[in-house]
């Protein structure tokens, strides 16, 4: 559900840095940034220290143009010496910790190296792991309310593991980082990846990327991608039942970010409906794909974004899935389509659901 950009009078006449129930938050998509790729050179080795500080590579842009007055953040996230959106940790406190009685959260970067996915893995593995000891340096040990992610290069998925191995116990470090682009991520050439989770006692988040598709490409335009993302999702959820990965690793869990969720009833529906018919093509699925999800809890879904419903479709909807224990809150700081803790849930949800969603879940989650 997109929001209001920076707190407004309304949301700064409930109790300073609470929501108006006075209820904590726990957002689990907020994206810091560096200023520029400059930033990581001191964390990266050689010789891609050397082949960086060249400036021969600019990074992966977008294939598109951003129609929002500040691209794809929002316009008053930019700090005042030109860095971009939720590069300022000061700017970032004011805007979202201080404003919104945050709690803890999950940081989730906008460095995905798997973008870089047809050449030169080596590099993109090298700039995982510089941007990984750039976040603790600069953004973890800052600040005891911020969790990271370890970022990896899964088109390396052997490296990617190394990488968990080598980043994945330090404590504020909660879950793998797998930016969604063409490969669903229950193929098992990932299998690497989730072993190392898992023997680390990782999360796995999803999240969406900008070069992720619909099923027929990303279309004509930005407005048309931005409404196929959440079928990126639903691949994924299918990907990780059908090739048993459920199954196979059964201490881990998997977190969809930015991906909606008012879709998921359709999707239990759909994927129990085949399993009836043809299940016998994929045996190692042990159980109805729907209780992955709605009784074991395998998956949750952050909130942001949200489509504009009503209190009582947000229930009815909840109904459908069977379970009110799979939504966590999200704010998707500092994109332009930022959701409030104050105005992003419709005002007569109940309030014992309202903490399941604003903190409860998501604490019990991460387990921190």
């Known amino acids: 559900m997109s929001t209001m950009t920076a707190p407004s009078e309304s949301d700064a006449s409930s109790a300073t840095g609470t929501t108006p129930a006075g209820l904590p938050v726990y957002d689990v998509d907020v994206h810091e940034a560096f200023k520029s790729l400059d930033d990581l050179l001191p964390y990266l080795e050689e010789p891609w220290r050397t082949l960086m500080g060249r400036g021969s590579f600019k990074g992966i842009t977008p294939p598109y143009a951003k129609w929002a007055s500040g691209g794809g953040g929002r316009a008053d996230a930019k700090p005042a010496d030109g860095g971009p959106p939720g590069s300022d940790y000061d700017l970032m406190c004011e805007q979202l910790m201080d404003a919104y009685n945050i709690k803890k959260v999950v940081l989730t970067g906008y460095f995905f190296p798997v973008i870089m996915e047809d050449m030169q893995v080596e590099l993109a593995s090298a700039l995982a792991q510089a941007y990984n000891d750039y976040q603790i340096d600069q953004w973890l040990n800052r ?14 998925p052997q490296a990617a593991a190394a990488e968990i191995d080598r980043i994945g116990e330090h404590p504020q470090m909660v879950q793998v980082m797998l930016a969604m682009t063409t490969r669903a991520y229950g193929d098992p050439f990932y299998f690497p990846i989730y072993e190392a989770a898992e023997r680390r006692g990782l999360r796995i988040a999803f999240h969406q990327s900008t070069h992720v598709q619909g099923a027929c490409g990303m279309g004509r335009y930005y407005i048309e991608r931005h409404m196929l993302i959440p079928q990126a999702t639903m691949s994924q959820c299918i990907s990780l039942l059908c090739n048993g990965v459920f199954d196979r690793f059964p201490d881990l869990r998997f977190m969809a970010l930015e991906g909606g969720w008012t879709w998921l009833p359709h999707v239990l529906w759909r994927m129990d409906r085949e399993y009836r018919s043809l299940r016998q093509e994929i045996p190692w699925v042990k159980k109805m794909p729907s209780s992955y999800f709605r009784d074991d809890k395998r998956m949750l879904f952050a909130t942001q974004p949200t489509e504009d419903i009503t209190a009582d479709e947000w229930l009815k909807t909840q109904e459908l899935i ?4 799979l939504l966590v809150f999200a704010t998707d700081y500092p994109h332009f389509d ?11 949800l109940p309030e014992d659901l309202k903490r399941k969603i604003l ?4 604490h019990e989650f991460y387990g921190v």
């Open 322 to 325: 069977g379970s009110d224990d």
């Open 338 to 348: 930022f959701d409030s803790p104050i105005r992003s849930l419709p005002a007569r």
């Open 359 to 362: 903190f409860d879940t998501a």
């Open 143 to 156: 600040d005891e309310r911020f969790l990271g992610s370890v970022h990896v290069a899964p088109q390396d």
